[in-house]
């Protein structure tokens, strides 16, 4: 139970300090593009919109909502 816990932890920092050095020039930066920021933008709403979808879709087929109801949501 503790090496499962202290796997789960150095991999929780591992990661995180991953996402702050890709952050970092973003953050030392003075003046970020609008460019930049629309990719970014639109990369984690498209992020967070299949994440949605791809776990919403398996629950109405365990509830028996069917294909039908699934396609049109999509």
Do not use: C, R, W
């Not at 990661?15 to 953050?27: E, H, K, Q, T, Y």
């Not at 709403?45 to 039908?68: A, C, I, R, W, Y």
Request: a positive charge; aromatic letters at 8%.
């Amino acid at each position: 139970m503790i090496d499962n816990l202290a796997y789960v932890l150095i991999s929780v920092v591992i990661v995180s300090l991953i996402s702050l050095f890709m952050a970092l020039p973003l953050l030392i930066k003075k003046k970020v593009s609008k460019k930049t920021l629309l990719f970014l933008l639109s990369v984690s709403v498209g992020v967070l919109l299949s994440t949605v979808f791809m776990d919403l879709l398996p629950e109405m087929m365990s509830h028996n909502q069917g294909v039908k109801l699934s396609f049109y949501i999509l």
